[in-house]
């Protein structure tokens, strides 16, 4: 079962992160919240700092996965567990940089 969550813990984490990432972009484009917050709009800190935590979520359990006390009971689930969470942290990098790279409410 351990095998299992190792495998899957990227993907899931990163489906997490990417609704509440997308749902706060949503409420702050839906309510109007105005105001800055050094020198930016508050809504483009907000997501700006949303983005950075998942990345950051995303490499630190990358490293865990890494780690030999973490390490799987096989040599598959290792590599495959592994996969996944590069997997993940490409897939944060790449399905989240809308939210910092372009307008944050149309």
């Known amino acids: 079962m351990r095998d299992i969550i190792r ?3 990227a993907p899931l984490v990163w489906l997490a992160t990417f609704s509440a990432i997308y ?3 949503g409420l702050l484009c839906g ?3 105005n105001g800055t917050a050094f020198g930016l709009p508050i809504e483009r800190v907000l ?3 949303a983005f950075l935590f998942a990345i950051l979520l995303q490499t630190a359990l990358l490293f865990a996965l890494y780690h030999p006390s973490l390490a799987a009971s096989s ?3 290792r590599f495959v567990s592994r996969a996944t969470g590069w997997v993940g ?3 944060t990098l790449w399905s989240l940089s809308p939210v910092v790279l372009t307008t944050y409410c149309v």
């Open 7 to 9: 495998i899957l813990i």
């Open 23 to 25: 749902g706060l972009h």
């Open 31 to 33: 309510h109007g919240i």
């Open 47 to 49: 997501l700006g700092a």
């Open 75 to 77: 040599e598959f689930s």
């Open 89 to 91: 942290l490409v897939a």
